[in-house]
């Protein structure tokens, strides 16, 4: 996992203070942005040049609410980007990212090496074809490889030895594999780990098209995001593909997150805290209707009415039967 050097002196910083007045933001609030716009620019800019890029992508990039402009125009008065004749960079961009800039190099540099080897190896291969040693009455040796492929089935009637195949150097299958020309790919389309690099980059390619940033994920090896996920799975023991599905789904949507996992190695490195994260925004929406309270017994209330007593029941019985009785005397 890459990573920068982050001192510990950034936050009382007079730089980081003058950006928290222009911004109006707490201290914490101006360490997380800074830090999210250098592991974003280890990415996307890691030579520092941010000339491709504008006020609302730095914003898009550190999940700034506030005004693009505003936050650009802070951070280059507060010098973390500096105005250069042709655009702009990271003030001071060595200092943060230069171990990473520097193990880049040189693994470039060691891959171009090994490939400059292997060519070298093969060309000469070309131009000196091995010796044919033969004995002292003119035939080859016995011993000799046959750098023809289409061998005569007579030609070695009268030995006892079979001839040896033809060299490396011819397109035959090497037994472990390794041999030269094109190298076959470790995950076919039916594996299981290829489907799920498919699968997840189909996600992050439809959040990538709904921001706009389409080129983020433009170039993206399915062979190492899938040994990515069999790493996830068989390593560290993640063999719940349901849950791995799930936060595939989330993560890509939540406002966080999607812009820092966009890829199979980080959703490695990251799951057990996407994992949590799902988990605790799926517990702050809880359905409709439900409720963790403890339900209230319903309780009988009384009425504050006074009783009646047996008397004036009574006395109320005869009223209402001479109210009856005058009723029918006027039928």
């Not at 001192?7 to 101006?30: E, F, M």
């Not at 973390?80 to 943060?96: L, M, N």
């Not at 040693?133 to 030895?161: A, C, V, W």
Request: glycine share 6%.
């Amino acid at each position: 996992m890459a990573w920068i050097e982050s001192h510990q002196g950034t936050d009382r910083h007079p730089k980081t203070r003058k950006l928290c007045r222009k911004l109006g933001i707490s201290v914490p609030t101006a360490v997380g942005h800074l830090h999210m716009f250098w592991w974003w620019a280890m990415d996307f800019a890691p030579d520092g040049d941010l000339s491709k890029y504008g006020a609302e992508d730095i914003a898009d990039a550190i999940e700034w609410d506030g005004d693009p402009e505003l936050l650009y125009a802070s951070m280059i008065e507060s010098r973390f980007i500096d105005k250069t004749e042709t655009g702009s960079v990271i003030h001071d961009w060595y200092v943060y990212a230069g171990k990473l800039i520097e193990s880049r190099a040189k693994d470039a540099a060691r891959k171009k090496n090994d490939r400059d080897k292997k060519k070298a190896a093969a060309n000469s291969s070309v131009v000196h074809p091995p010796d044919v040693q033969r004995t002292d009455e003119g035939q080859r040796s016995e011993s000799t490889r046959d750098l023809n492929p289409n061998l005569n089935p007579n030609q070695y009637k009268d030995k006892d030895s079979c001839p040896e195949p033809p060299p490396a150097d011819q397109d035959e299958p090497s037994p472990s594999g390794k041999g030269k020309g094109k190298k076959s790919d470790k995950y076919g389309p039916d594996n299981t780990y290829y489907k799920m690099a498919v699968y997840f980059k189909g996600n992050v390619d439809a959040m990538a098209k709904a921001e706009g940033l389409n080129h983020l994920t433009a170039r993206t090896n399915l062979q190492k995001w899938a040994d990515d996920f069999r790493k996830l799975v068989e390593l560290d023991k993640q063999s719940d593909r349901d849950l791995i599905r799930s936060v595939m789904d989330w993560v890509v949507k939540d406002s966080f997150w999607k812009g820092n996992v966009m890829s199979a190695e980080t959703f490695r490195d990251q799951f057990p805290k996407l994992v949590m994260a799902m988990r605790k925004s799926g517990r702050t929406a809880r359905p409709t209707g439900r409720s963790d309270k403890q339900p209230i017994d319903i309780v009988q209330t009384t009425s504050s009415e006074p009783e009646v007593s047996q008397e004036e029941m009574d006395e109320l019985i005869r009223l209402a039967e001479r109210m009856e009785s005058g009723k029918g005397g006027q039928r």
